[in-house]
């Protein structure tokens, strides 16, 4: 193989490695930002229900959702936005909330994001 052949080859490597480090960056980034939203609507409904708490459920294994509307509505939190700027689905988006023992609730977030195609994985 000559020389010139040698470096094309390193240098497209090269390439290729730093191509898959930024999009990994890039990743890694968008998921945290989506992570913190998701940990905003968590506090919002926690206040919720401080304010609700009728509405959380009553037995131990029950669970109960609110909309990520209905947290807007009340002024609990303001408008989701992706991370390109545009809002994200109030109405498919919520926080469940679980009865797990007697005086603790699970709570967790379910965000939706359409125009660009987030959406919370299980176990997130």
Do not use: Q, W
Request: charged fraction near 30%; aromatic fraction near 10%; include cysteine.
């Amino acid at each position: 193989m000559s020389k010139k052949v040698t470096i094309i080859i390193i240098f497209g490597l090269l390439i290729i490695i730093v191509l898959y480090s930024v999009s990994r960056l890039i990743s890694s980034n968008k998921l945290e930002y989506y992570n913190k939203l998701e940990k905003d609507m968590i506090k919002a409904s926690k206040d919720y229900f401080l304010d609700y708490n009728n509405y959380l459920p009553k037995e131990i294994d029950h669970n109960t959702r609110v909309l990520l509307s209905a947290l807007v509505i009340e002024e609990y939190i303001e408008k989701i936005k992706d991370i390109n700027n545009n809002d994200c689905n109030i109405t498919k988006s919520y926080v469940e909330v679980e009865k797990i023992s007697d005086k603790e609730y699970l709570y967790k977030a379910h965000l939706v994001c359409d125009k660009d195609n987030y959406e919370t994985k299980d176990g997130e």
